[in-house]
């Protein structure tokens, strides 16, 4: 498992010194400036900007990253998903729309990788299984790593491969 999470480590660094895969049009990344605005990114070596993990447990590593809108004064969370035969599909998990002056100091979110295990989650309508009165808590179980999305000191999101569906099931983990 430290050799997997070394791997991980070493083709993220890789990435983003080479300046990273190809992004899908009208994405572009953050600039080291754009991601210094905010003092906590400082406690990541990529600034919550890029998450890595094997999220659709194909064996071959993957990557969520915030990316900024160059169409739009916009960010969202994208998804770079290994496919067979050695191909990759870029996914767009979430976008926001910022505001002029909020669009100025860079992006308001950040991502995190999430490893296997038990996870709590908050029920909200929007939650998929929830069976528990809303607000409160539940419980889910990973297989694989996952991502978190979340904007700093405030709401949290995790995103799970759902390997039957073939897409990422959402649970809220704050508000």
């Not at 590593?61 to 739009?72: E, K, Q, R």
């Not at 979430?94 to 100025?104: H, V």
Request: glycine letters at 8%; a negative charge.
């Amino acid at each position: 498992m430290r050799v997997l999470a070394a791997f991980f480590l070493i083709l993220v660094a890789t990435l983003a010194a080479a300046g990273g895969p190809v992004l899908p049009a009208g994405w572009r990344y953050p600039t080291k400036e754009e991601l210094g605005r905010e003092p906590l990114r400082h406690q990541s070596p990529n600034g919550f900007s890029v998450a890595s993990g094997d999220f659709n447990g194909d064996g071959v590593p993957d990557a969520a990253y915030v990316l900024i809108s160059t169409t739009s004064s916009g960010e969202g969370l994208l998804v770079r998903l290994s496919r067979p035969e050695h191909q990759f599909e870029w996914l767009v998990l979430r976008t926001m729309q910022l505001d002029g002056s909020r669009a100025l100091f860079g992006p308001e979110m950040g991502v995190h990788t999430i490893s296997p295990g038990r996870h709590q989650f908050l029920c909200i309508a929007v939650a998929p299984n929830c069976q528990v009165l809303d607000g409160e808590r539940k419980v889910v179980v990973t297989q694989l790593p996952a991502i978190e999305y979340f904007k700093f000191e405030s709401a949290s999101q995790m995103f799970v491969w759902n390997k039957q569906m073939r897409q990422f099931d959402v649970f809220p983990l704050s508000d």
